[in-house]
């Protein structure tokens, strides 16, 4: 099993930046990936970035490529998600999710939150115009 804890989350006027932090436990995290997915209210939720935790390889969704940055810390066993230039349209609660690659597996698919067993609580963001 893996927690994860979210934190970090607020209300900023457009233009302003927000980090957002993941708190992961229960297991290491050396074969997973580490995504961060946000769901509005009526739509579905949506692939927003994503780290391997092992190379650091990072995956972005194109409405956040440029504005957003995935990092992981591997001694604290954190995740962050550095939000810039947000705008009300990033409005959402954000989740931490984590998925596990079995030794052997080729295919990755790290937008679907279908691949992900493991999610946080989620944390409110709230972006003004």
């Known amino acids: 099993q893996v927690q994860l804890v979210e934190s970090g989350g607020g209300l900023v006027q457009a233009g302003g930046s927000l980090t957002l932090s993941c708190a992961a436990s229960?297991?290491?995290?050396?074969?997973?990936?580490m995504g961060w997915f946000r769901q509005a209210p009526g739509k579905e939720r949506e692939f927003v970035a994503a780290?391997?935790?092992?190379?650091?390889?990072?995956y972005y969704a194109n409405s956040v490529k440029g504005r957003f940055t995935i990092s992981r810390d591997v001694a604290k066993n954190m995740v962050y998600l550095q939000m810039n230039s947000l705008k009300p349209e990033d409005t959402a609660v954000y989740y931490c999710?984590?998925?596990?690659?079995?030794?052997?597996?080729?295919?990755?698919?790290?937008?679907?939150?279908?691949?992900?067993?493991?999610w946080g609580q989620g944390t409110q963001v709230t972006v003004s115009s």
């Open positions: 999710a984590a998925q596990y690659v079995e030794e052997g597996r080729t295919v990755i698919v790290v937008t679907s939150p279908i691949g992900y067993a493991y």
């Open positions: 229960g297991r290491t995290l050396s074969r997973y990936y």
């Open positions: 780290i391997s935790w092992n190379t650091a390889s990072t």
